[in-house]
């Protein structure tokens, strides 16, 4: 009965192991050795080849990476208007981009502050009669889409690397099972 309760425990144990093991999506460019490395819960965005041999991009928040496919939360976007999950065969994907881990909250925060900041410039100017209410309503709006369009050149969507175009190659690291015994 011992045995059989080891055995039934020691079973569990590598079930859950083998569970929860992840692979990773290694990208190496073939001349400079440069790599990328993707694993779960990276912020990415992909070009891939959609159903109809068009370009499509996605990015989200890899959710897994499981043999040859990547499934991605993709939230809803105005040039996207599919959100949820997105599954993508490894073999379509044509270029990628890795996001740093500080651009969830970084970029959003610099839109409030600019939006803030443009605000607090209009009110100041409306009181003051430095300008009329007209220009400083023009010099708001003005102030507004320079900082945003400023924030979108720092914080790019654009698909930064080519695969196979730019000598990018797509390796997956299968994870290495340790034993339980």
Known sequence: MKKIIFFLSVWVLFAIQTGSAQSNLI?????TQDTVEISKGDL???????YLGQDETVSG???????QMVILNSPKHKKNTFSGKRYLNVKDIT??????KSRQWLKPALKLSATIGNVLLSNYWSRTDKLSTTNSILAGMGIGLGSNIGINLLFSEKIKYKVEKDGWK?????PVLKKVL
Not at 170 to 174: A, D, F, V
């Open 95 to 100: 270029g990628f981009r890795k996001f740093r």
């Open 170 to 174: 797509i390796l997956i690291k299968e």
């Open 44 to 50: 990415v965005a992909f070009n891939y080849d959609g």
């Open 27 to 31: 990208l190496v460019h073939t001349l």
């Open 61 to 67: 928040k890899v959710l897994k990476i499981d043999g």
